[in-house]
């Protein structure tokens, strides 16, 4: 029992100091003696009581002596299910139960460090799984175990500063998933660049040529647009400085006609109409020696590859605010729309010839090349298309086959 500076009995734990001062001590769930203060007696018994309560209360979520296993099971009942989605749930019980759980699963958490972390990447990698899954893996364990920080099970993450064996790769061309199509564009709906967005992935323009468009360039009475320059922004000879310049195409090739579907036509009718209201308020009317540029800034000063980027990213970070780290969506620029819509022509049959005429490739091999996993995909899924209907017709000659032995024919 503490005392008071008088000797009069305080109750189990509690003291005052020299100072007049009171305190207040207890043991926590971990064999840690806490300590807590106060200017009065009242004060001091009020912190107490709630330091062992709160104590008392994470008790129940785990003990010490926790797996990694156990705690999966917790921190996905209790921080993920409840906000996740279904699917969400499922790709995070692969990677875990896949990748971790046979390496790490029977492992307390307070006895796992970042070298084992580390063997287990290096393992799952060894075994021919890429950046995307190692990274998944790490992001996974980060989040999971900075839980258990939070939790006071662990005093620090050993996934923090792993490092992964293989770069990330850079050349391989991005498209977004359908699912992060979908999310995308029903977060920009309404905002300025939308319209800029939708008429990116529905024609497969480079930025540059996006950047060039003027109305004279759509012909809406046979839903096509002309792709005859592109913007750029670039410090050429003679320049003092980066300036704009309407250039040629990129190449022979790249000069060419688009078609336009609904969602395109629509998005360039309300592109037409608020360009005509941002050039009427802008400062900038008439003072820049440029055609009359249909996608433009607020301010009616032409775009650049990194407006366009810090608008992309903007939009981007708004989605990942509701998101799960390990579902966030990855910052992209803006060629990831052409490459998304290249992919959608080919999950959609077009033959890659078209696909070439529509990005202005110089050649059908460099499509060919560009998009070697999606048309590996695609024939995968053909490939089950055609097992099904060869199924079907094997299902249907077995039973020929056994009616003719039946009836002895």
Known sequence: MGKDLKGKELGKGIRQRKDGKYSGRFEDRFGRRREVYGSTLKEVKNKLALAVADNERMRNVVEPSTTLDQW???????????????????????????????????KKLTDITKLMITDTINQVHAKGYQWETLNKIRILLVDMLNRAMEDDFLVKNPAKGVRLPVNKPQNEPKALTRED??????????TFYNNLFVVAINTGLRPGELFALT??????????????????????DGDTQKEFHIDPPKTKSSYRTVPINSFCRGALQEQIILHKIICDNSPYKGKLDLPDLLFTTKFGTPLNSQLYLQAIGKIIDEINLTKDPLDAMEKFSGHTFRHTFATRCFEAGIPPKTVQSYLGHASLQMTMDLYTSVLDKKKVDDMKLLEDTIGLEKTNSSSVTKKIIQFGA
């Not at 109305?215 to 050429?236: A, G, H, P, R, S």
């Open 181 to 190: 199509q979908a999310d995308f564009f029903e977060c920009s709906a309404g």
């Open 215 to 236: 109305e004279d360039d759509i012909d809406f009475e046979k839903n096509e647009i002309k792709v005859n320059k592109t913007l750029l922004y670039q410090k050429l």
């Open 72 to 106: 999966y099971e917790k921190w996905m009942k209790v921080y993920k299910i409840p906000v996740i989605r279904i699917n969400s749930k499922k790709h995070y019980e692969t990677v875990y139960t896949k990748h971790i759980q046979p390496y790490l699963g029977n």
